[in-house]
């Protein structure tokens, strides 16, 4: 579970915090998949769980004129484009209209990937798959793990709290 103390707290976990983006437009093929696979199945999750983690809002992705994974940029936008996502490019000529509030300059570009795109709440996603969990009769152990140790092929765990279990 997450310290209740940050200032006095060791243990820092990947998911302590309030917003991740989520999107399907990525230059690596394998996080473009694994992404396309977990955005699949956030509102699933969310009805199970009966927990709202994710927001669909939309991606935009910015570059320069100097930015130098361009080529990797475009071939994302049509790897996505020929699975079937929207990805719109935006521009100093379009921008404005999509997003009133963006003001680009001559040498910035970028994509808008306006579904199945957004944010996630990292704390809001695990109480959802916890709930899913107990649900499925799985005990939750909010304890860190201190020490692993094998003997016999069995592993051996201690917890924060000194208990042991394997």
Known sequence: SEPSNVEEGELFGAWFDEGRITRVLDRSDSW????EKS???YRDIEDKSGVQF???VGFVTLVDDDYKNKAS????VKTIRQSGYQC???NAGNAQAKFP???LSEDLYGYHQPDNSGYINPREMVKAQQAIAASEGCEIINEAVKLITKSDNTFHLTLSSGATMQ
């Not at 473009?32 to 992404?35: D, K, V």
């Open 54 to 56: 994710y927001q669909e």
């Open 101 to 103: 509030q963006l003001n």
């Open 88 to 90: 719109d490019l935006v």
């Open 32 to 35: 473009r998949l694994l992404a």
């Open 73 to 76: 940029l475009e071939n994302a």
């Open 39 to 41: 955005i699949a199945r």
